[in-house]
């Protein structure tokens, strides 16, 4: 099924809305939910289950939001949904709706991944399951966190740079928002993979907050008094306000040019696809929106049914990994993607088995 990716946050929930009334015969919820029909438990077998979407300000989100509907018909759950915003407070909000209109359990994907402890455990003690999307609590209790090894993604753009590189010259790292595990495991890797592997490349990293604007403003400043040789970009966000900005200063060149800025980036949406192929960009890890969609609600379901994981073989090219007393991770793949797949342990930009190949 080829996915239209929504091109404004307005036009996110629309669609979710479209495709859920498609799906589940829905009916608007109260405080911007969406909702099914048949009752608490959805009509029979297909449990009502609650989706806290984090934000609609990406393609990568939007593209999750554009396939949750699809998974709930595929795994058989009946859903509620809400959009927090990248606001924590808003999602506790958010959370005690859901749980008011009868969901069996809750899938969210927290920003502030200290902040929504107490949430956590006011859900546990309701005995209502939590799966984690993309980013993995500090602590408290969830059925299962799926999100690929975010580890892997700092390691994989240090190795690539690092290469084509040469292993000298210098990196701006645009650091998400270190509140998030996610902003912390990219930086931490990276700058791990730098030091022992890459000793002569020096790194600016920059706090973004995951915030563009911010992003192009430090970059600005780097580059005042410095030659810069590359740049990792977090998240696909970053994407077209560093394009501008290099254009704007002379120093878009495409890859194969002198003066070609190395641009490695995370998600593997469309637009860094495209970026790659142009060649104003050279690598990306693909984020698997889809399959996040998928497993969230395949676990959260089997939660609900009382179905046990433990540590190992996830069955779907993944493993399960016990993170803590309370939380075990199903580390989905996540591929670097490259326009030749030529790089160690990459694939193409044309591999039509990536989700980013999938949409338009």
């Known amino acids: 099924m080829r996915l239209k990716l929504a091109m404004s946050a307005t036009a996110a929930l629309a669609a979710v809305g479209l495709l859920a009334a498609c799906s589940s015969s829905s009916t608007p919820g109260n405080d911007g939910t969406s909702g099914s029909s048949g009752g608490a438990t959805g ?69 502030d991944t200290a902040a929504i402890i107490p949430t956590l455990q006011q859900l546990a003690s309701k005995n209502i399951p939590v799966v984690s999307i993309d980013t ?16 892997a993604y700092g390691t994989k753009a240090c190795k690539y740079i690092g290469d084509t590189l040469g292993g000298k010259g210098n990196v701006v790292m645009f650091e998400g928002d ?28 920059e706090p973004t907050k995951w915030d563009p604007p911010t992003a192009v403003s430090q970059l600005n400043t780097v580059l005042a008094g410095n030659t810069i040789n590359a740049i990792y970009m977090q998240a696909s966000i970053y994407l077209p306000s560093t394009l501008q900005a290099l254009q704007q200063k002379g120093l878009l060149k495409k890859r194969g040019e002198d003066g070609h800025i190395v641009i490695v980036s995370n998600d593997g949406v469309p637009a860094e696809f495209q970026a790659i192929k142009d060649g104003t960009m050279d690598a990306t890890v693909s984020q698997p929106a889809d399959l996040y969609a998928q497993y969230g609600l395949q676990y959260v379901k089997d939660a609900i049914d009382g179905k046990k994981y433990t540590p190992g073989d996830d069955g779907h090219g ?20 490259t326009v030749d797949g030529k790089f160690p342990e990459s694939v193409a930009v044309d591999d039509t088995t990536l989700w980013g190949n999938n949409v338009s």
């Open 318 to 337: 993944g493993k399960i990994v016990q993170v803590s007393p309370e939380i075990l991770e199903d580390q989905i793949p996540a591929p670097l993607v």
């Open 136 to 151: 993995r609590p500090d602590s408290g209790k969830v059925y299962m966190v799926v999100r690929a090894d975010n580890r």
């Open 43 to 111: 009509g029979g077998s297909r449990p009502l289950v609650g989706v806290d979407y984090p934000r609609s300000d990406s393609d990568f989100w939007n593209a999750y939001i554009n396939y949750v509907p699809e998974k709930a018909d595929t795994v058989g759950v009946d859903l509620k949904t809400t959009n927090s915003q990248n606001d924590i407070s808003k999602l506790a909000d958010n959370v005690q709706t859901l749980v008011a209109q009868g969901v069996k359990g809750v899938v969210m994907a927290p920003q």
């Open 178 to 205: 270190l509140a998030s595990i996610n902003g912390r495991d990219r930086t931490e890797a990276f700058n791990d993979c730098m030091k022992s592997d890459y000793p002569n490349i020096k790194v600016f990293g």
